[in-house]
């Protein structure tokens, strides 16, 4: 179980980072007209993929380390446009929408965080698999957790394997270095959150290890404001998932 346990001091590291996904406080969406926000000062705005701020010293924003005073604009993503005290402003563009997402170390979700909350290591949960590539890719568009807005994801291939005596199909995306297995199953909404992923090696030879133990939550687990893409339709275990992280809310 050595792995199982470098993986939990992993996932709490990565959630427990200051500016990680427990940091999120906010989420907007913008469009042409300036909009002040009751969260954070200045004037906001998008058009065409470009997000703009309006503001003066006196609204406290800071951009490249110097108060912002007058207009900044930026175009698409980026991990930090502009800091507020110590929240960082990040700017992103999902699904043809501009925003904003404002990440806070003292944030109530990452404040309140007291370790990861899963089940016991259950090794029955450990499967070997058979992978039967997808070429090329083909691409999924599919909902998140933000009403209205999609995501893409791309199938590389599918996974078959047999759990309590009954097989399993699950469509598997791609993860960089990894496959990725966004999936439902009975525990969602009672012991578990509403989906989970599973990141799993690339297989070799048309076979990989499924480690579920190790299947872990979306950021829309633990906040509202995380964009996270829902399972693939169809993609559900028909057995209760014992393994892996637990609800957290």
């Not at 270095?177 to 030879?205: E, G, K, M, S």
């Not at 687990?221 to 995380?226: E, L």
Request: charged fraction near 25%; glycine fraction near 10%.
């Amino acid at each position: 179980m050595s792995g199982w346990h470098e993986w939990l001091a992993r996932r709490e590291r990565d959630l427990r980072a200051p500016y990680g996904w427990l940091s999120l406080v906010g989420l907007h969406w913008l469009d042409p007209r300036p909009t002040r926000f009751a969260d954070l000062p200045g004037e906001w705005s998008a058009e065409s993929g470009v997000i703009r701020v309006k503001a003066s010293v006196s609204d406290g924003l800071c951009h490249d380390g110097k108060p912002l005073d007058g207009v900044r604009e930026i175009k698409g993503d980026a991990a930090e446009f502009v800091t507020y005290g110590g929240i960082h402003v990040e700017t992103l563009i999902r699904d043809g929408r501009a925003g904003i997402r404002l990440r806070d170390p003292e944030g109530p979700a990452l404040k309140a965080y007291d370790g990861p909350s899963v089940f016991d290591h259950a090794p029955e949960w450990v499967v070997e698999a058979e992978f039967t590539p997808r070429h090329p890719a083909k691409r999924l568009e599919v909902d998140t957790a933000q009403h209205g807005i999609h995501e893409v994801l791309f199938e590389v291939g599918e996974v078959r394997f047999t759990v309590a005596g009954r097989e399993q199909r699950l469509i598997a995306t791609a993860g960089g270095d990894t496959i990725v297995l966004v999936f439902h199953d009975p525990t969602n909404d009672d012991t578990t959150a509403p989906w989970r992923q599973l990141d799993a090696p690339l297989p070799v030879d048309g076979r990989v290890t499924l480690d579920f133990n190790q299947a872990r939550n979306f950021p829309s687990a633990f906040t509202d404001f995380g964009i996270c893409p829902m399972p693939p339709a169809g993609n559900e275990i028909t057995v209760p998932v014992t393994a892996g992280e637990r609800r957290v809310r």
